[in-house]
């Protein structure tokens, strides 16, 4: 008998790690497409299957050609159902209305680039993330700003933080219309 409890309690011991161990388990998803649309049907397929938004660059890809490249990642332990937006403009005036409408609507900013799209030519790209099953995160006031000076950047940054903006997060774009320029994102929540 006591060995059968042994026994017993070694395999529960086992099974007990092999589901712990099967918990750590972080699987990835790579999107690479060179249409934003694509992208963003894809990232909330992905969203709907448990991934959820890991990072993102834009660039040249051997096969792709000029593309953007999101990687979406799902733990055994992910909860919660995330929607994405993605914005896309070579206009940085489009940019900030189209990020505002996206932090009134309760999603929050999770990473940029810059590419070439089939359709738009070089683009800011913004990526948006919002827990579906959360209570309304939102809203939060977005801030864009572009300049080809670090200097002006500087002082326009100085001016935000003491309205209570945080930086989130930054590119050097070359678009349509502005030329190169450093293209900085911060948020606040509305006071």
């Known amino acids: 008998m006591t060995r059968m409890l042994s026994t017993a309690f070694l395999l529960t011991g086992l099974l007990c790690s092999a589901v712990a161990a099967a918990q750590n388990v972080t ?3 790579v999107l690479a497409t060179n249409k934003t649309s694509t992208m963003q049907k894809e ?5 709907e299957a448990g991934f959820r938004f890991g990072g993102v660059m834009g660039g040249e890809t051997t096969f792709g050609g ?3 490249a999101v990687i979406m990642t799902r733990s055994a332990a992910a909860k919660g159902r995330f929607g994405y937006r993605l914005l896309a403009t070579s206009k940085t005036s489009t940019m900030q209305k189209e990020m505002q409408e996206a932090g009134d609507a309760g999603y929050e900013y999770k990473g940029q680039t810059v590419f070439s799209s089939t359709f738009g030519g070089k683009e800011v790209v913004v990526i948006l993330e919002r827990d579906n099953d959360a209570p309304k995160a939102g809203p939060f006031e977005y801030r864009l700003m572009a300049t080809k000076k670090t200097s002006t950047l500087q002082k326009e940054l100085q001016e935000a933080g003491a309205a209570g903006y945080e930086f989130v997060g930054m590119t050097v774009a070359d678009t349509l219309v502005g030329g190169s320029e450093l293209v900085a994102i911060l948020r606040r929540r509305p006071q």
């Open 27 to 29: 699987e990835y998803r």
């Open 66 to 68: 000029s593309e953007v």
């Open 43 to 47: 990232m909330n397929e992905a969203a």
